[in-house]
């Protein structure tokens, strides 16, 4: 028998072109053949024991590639490797707290998913901008991430990289910073009115929740129009 060998090769991939190479009985000749429609180049030797073949054109998929050696008495040997081509790139989901559409903090959870036509998701990483990203880091389905300083309307995208080294589109959610207090305005009340109800009212920033608490007069449910709040004092 023959000897013959092939070098490893990274499987999946996303490269159509490969450098086959291996290691082989002194002198013996060696043909390259597939079982997809993959473009096979010459086979050349760079020493006595040595056989390299370029390959283009691979196929998405599964390639396989049988190595055939013939001795110089006539005996063959054999070796067979597989390629798997996956072009196709990753997709993914990003939701920021859960779906909550405000936080008063810069750090926030993030949480993730992810499908690849073969698999398996590796790696994936961060930006605020979409520019400056963070370090790839091993993929999961949970994250912690910080927002960038400044109350507003803020964006984190996410990327996601496979086994084969395909990227993904980068791919978002938002969330709106506020750290910021409400402001609160009280209308005057006069000084004395003949009377023992009251209605207490104001503005304040549209949203927010607001009570009223008063220990000298009983207090009733606060109403909100906007940005306009009232309260009967009684």
């Given amino acids: ?16 072109s490969l450098l086959l190479s291996g290691s082989r009985e002194a002198n013996a000749g060696i043909v390259v053949e597939a079982n997809t429609a993959v473009t096979i180049g010459a086979v050349n030797y760079p020493t006595a024991t040595r056989w390299t073949c370029q390959l283009d054109g691979l196929q998405e998929g599964s390639n396989r590639f049988t190595v055939a050696a013939t001795d110089d ?8 490797t597989t390629v798997v081509v996956d072009s196709v790139k990753p997709i993914g989901t990003l939701v920021i707290n859960n779906h909550q559409a405000q936080t008063n903090i810069v750090f926030v959870g993030l949480k993730l998913t992810a499908s690849d036509n073969l698999g398996p998701i590796e790696s994936m990483r961060f930006s605020n901008d979409g520019s400056s ?22 964006t984190v995208q996410a990327q996601l990289l496979d086994a ?6 980068a791919f978002s959610d938002t969330i709106t910073l506020d750290t910021i207090g409400p402001v609160l305005t009280l209308d005057p009340l006069p000084a ?11 503005t304040s920033e549209a949203g927010a929740t607001l009570s009223v608490l008063s220990p000298q007069a009983f207090e009733g ?6 940005s306009v709040w ?5």
């Avoid at 008495?73 to 067979?80: L, M």
């Avoid at 990203?133 to 991430?145: E, F, N």
């Fill in 1 to 16: 028998v023959a000897d013959v060998s092939i070098d490893p090769v990274a499987t999946p991939t996303n490269k159509t």
């Fill in 73 to 80: 008495y006539g005996n063959p040997g054999s070796a067979i």
């Fill in 133 to 154: 990203w963070s370090v790839w880091q091993d993929y999961r389905t949970s994250a912690q991430w910080s927002l960038p300083q400044g109350d507003g309307e803020k």
């Fill in 164 to 169: 084969a080294g395909n990227v993904s589109a």
């Fill in 192 to 202: 004395s009115t003949g009377t023992e109800s009251q209605l207490l009212g104001g």
């Fill in 221 to 226: 449910a606060v109403s909100q129009n906007g």
């Fill in 230 to 234: 009232e309260c009967p004092l009684t």
